[in-house]
């Protein structure tokens, strides 16, 4: 399985974009990318998914470059809600063994 | 349509007891994951279970097991409590083919 590598933690201030960038240098040719977000005490929640190039939903958008080590996730305008972790994940498309890693703490303020 | 329900929510135990915690999956849901989360060590993979068969296991001693039963729900038990075991245990079900998982609320697991 790809190991993924994301930073430790970021700030950011209401009304601003947040990109967070993983790393996934050995990713195999049927991964996906999958991005969850984790308030404190909570289960994690489903972000979103991709493959390749682009993908976007209601709440963030996921680039993809050619190559596919690495994936950015992005947030639109963000507010105070929206500070918690986010993890990358990188696995297969079939078969459920989803390895997360440390995550980015991302902490919007006011 | 219903969440993925995780019970008890809140439990505490001894040392050298065993416990057992209990997770519903959402109705359709075929695969049912299991995950510690502690704050040294973050989430870590138990095992997951997919039409009552174990299909990937994590790297947890054997204390650490579990089962599907036919209408997915899912038991984990966890034998010999140690200290170290206090943490936040987590189900997600899903369709099982690697898409969108639903996280339980989890169970907090106390052992003194």
């Known amino acids: 399985l790809a190991k993924t590598t994301q930073p430790i933690s970021m700030d950011s201030y209401e009304g601003q974009e947040v990109n967070i960038t993983c790393s996934h240098n050995?990713?195999?040719?049927?991964?996906?990318i999958t991005w969850y977000q984790q308030f404190p005490s909570q289960g994690p929640r489903f972000i979103i998914q991709?493959?390749?190039t682009k993908v976007t939903n209601e709440v963030a958008s996921l680039f993809i470059p050619a190559d596919r080590k690495s994936s950015t996730l992005s947030l639109p305008r963000v507010s105070l809600s929206d500070t918690a972790v986010y993890y990358c994940?990188?696995?297969?498309?079939?078969?459920?063994?989803?390895?997360f890693g440390a995550g980015t703490r991302l902490f919007v303020k006011a | 349509k219903a969440g993925v329900t995780q019970t008890p929510r809140y439990l505490i135990k001894t040392r050298g007891q065993q416990v057992t915690l209990s997770c519903s999956p959402i109705?359709?849901?075929?695969?049912v994951s299991w995950y510690q989360q502690t704050p040294g060590q973050g989430l870590q993979f138990l095992f997951e279970?997919?039409?009552?068969?174990?299909?990937n296991k994590g790297n947890f001693p054997g204390r650490f097991s579990g089962r599907q039963f036919s209408n997915s729900r899912s038991e984990m038990n966890v034998s010999t409590l140690e200290l170290g075991d206090s943490a936040l245990y987590l189900c997600?079900?899903?369709?099982?083919?690697?898409?969108?998982?639903?996280f339980g609320q989890g169970t907090r697991l106390t052992v003194v």
């Open positions: 997600a079900s899903s369709l099982g083919d690697g898409g969108e998982a639903f």
């Open positions: 050995n990713i195999a040719t049927n991964d996906y």
């Open positions: 991709g493959y390749k």
């Open positions: 994940l990188v696995g297969l498309g079939e078969g459920f063994k989803t390895i």
């Open positions: 109705s359709g849901h075929r695969s």
């Open positions: 279970y997919f039409s009552e068969t174990q299909r």
